[in-house]
Nanobody
Framework: QVQLVESGGGLVQAGTSLRLSCAVSGRTFSNYVMGWFRQAPGKEREFLAAIRRSDGVTYYVDSIKGRFTISRDNTKNTVYLQMNRLKPEDTAVYYC???????????????WGQGTQVTVSA
């Protein structure tokens, strides 16, 4: 019953910034964790960051910590991924997802958006 829709992707130059949004709609839920993943062509889908809806506690993988920031606006039912100093290796389809607990495991996320393409040119 939960619907997630990503937006904000596009083609950008290396070194620039982009903010992705994930709009959440449908059934009201509590104690959920929202996460961001990405998948580059020919690569495994990888976890990037997560934020707990209730208190805003976050978790990041080391590879993007300091460059990417996850945030939420519960009044707008929206989760964001602020991406700074983008690199060509950041090129991927970015997905948001919802889980019932703080986790970085893809299998633990119950709801997924369709993804938004981010392409970073050198």
């Amino acid at each position: 019953q939960v619907q997630l829709v990503e937006s904000g992707g596009g083609l950008v130059q290396a070194g620039t910034s982009l903010r992705l949004s994930c709009a959440v709609s449908g059934r009201t839920f509590s104690n959920y964790v929202m996460g961001w993943f990405r998948q580059a062509p020919g690569k495994e889908r990888e976890f990037l960051a997560a934020i707990r809806r209730s208190d805003g506690v976050t978790y990041y993988v080391d590879s993007i910590k300091g460059r990417f920031t996850i945030s939420r606006d519960n009044t707008k039912n929206t989760v964001y991924l602020q991406m700074n100093r983008l690199k060509p290796e950041d090129t991927a389809v970015y997905y948001c997802a919802a889980a019932s607990l703080m986790t970085m495991k893809m299998r633990d996320y119950d709801y997924w958006g369709q993804g938004t393409q981010v392409t970073v040119s050198a």
